[in-house]
């Protein structure tokens, strides 16, 4: 992948979440784990939804790119860098996108949990594989096939619903605050069924969590 190609793969914006965010802020200082280039963190920074942001990269060349737009940037795995970050003076972790990679996510999310501070917020987004297009093939013609991108992506460890994303965060002590999901905007015109349509259309979760 070459260097232009890294910076548009990690640069996608994510206008939906700190829409979602904003009325919960602002926030001190927030942790964006998988910050890819930076994008959403710099966005969180300019609408003033919170007044410091740092990030966790495992990719290199997005690590580099995400340190010209945030603070202090880790390059590397969680599990690597976890030991070197002050968790105490995060007043928001997030999470977008990045649970369904990690090998353990119920270890990370209980980690959190210890470390963090007592007010911490948990943000997160995780892809919904209750949607439409990867049930219907399951149920009717029993493929669940991997893809290069999006909910079936191949790079994907665990998939999660709405009700199941819930239940694993209140196993690791952490309790939802908010809720929402990404959906495209033709779900959300005023003829549509939305709250019946929204477990099967809707492409993401998102919560905002805070510890029980």
Same mark, same amino acid.
């Given at each position: ?26 926030? +001190? ?7 890819? =280039?930076?994008?959403? @963190?710099? %966005? ?14 495992? &990719? /290199? ?18 599990? +690597? ?9 995060? *007043? ?22 210890? %470390?963090?501070?007592? %007010? ?21 013609? /029993?493929?669940?096939?991997?893809? *290069?991108?999006?909910?079936? *992506? ?15 965060? @209140?196993?690791?002590?952490? =309790?939802?605050? +908010?809720?929402? =999901? &990404? ?30």
């Amino acid at each position: 992948m070459s260097g232009g190609e890294v910076g548009a793969y990690f640069a996608w914006p994510r206008p939906e979440l700190a829409a979602f965010l904003r009325p919960h802020g602002p926030f +001190a200082a927030a942790l964006d784990i998988g910050c890819a =280039s930076g994008v959403l @963190g710099e %966005d969180l920074l300019r609408q003033g939804i919170v007044s410091a942001c740092d990030g966790i990269e495992a &990719h /290199g060349e997005a690590a580099r790119l995400a340190e010209a737009r945030l603070g202090r940037v880790w390059q590397g795995p969680l599990e +690597a860098v976890s030991a070197e970050v002050p968790w105490s003076t995060y *007043d928001l972790v997030i999470f977008a996108d990045v649970l369904e990679h990690l090998a353990d996510p119920w270890a990370a999310l209980r980690r959190l949990r210890a %470390d963090t501070a007592a %007010d911490c917020r948990l943000l997160v987004s995780v892809p919904n594989v209750r949607h439409y297009k990867v049930t219907l093939p399951l149920l009717l013609r /029993g493929e669940f096939r991997y893809e *290069d991108a999006g909910i079936m *992506d191949r790079t994907h460890l665990h998939f999660f619903t709405r009700e199941s994303l819930r239940e694993t965060l @209140g196993e690791c002590g952490w =309790s939802v605050r +908010a809720a929402t =999901s &990404h959906m495209k905007k033709r779900y959300r015109r005023w003829y549509m069924p939305t709250r019946l349509l929204e477990p099967f259309v809707a492409v993401q979760t998102i919560v905002l969590a805070e510890k029980l």
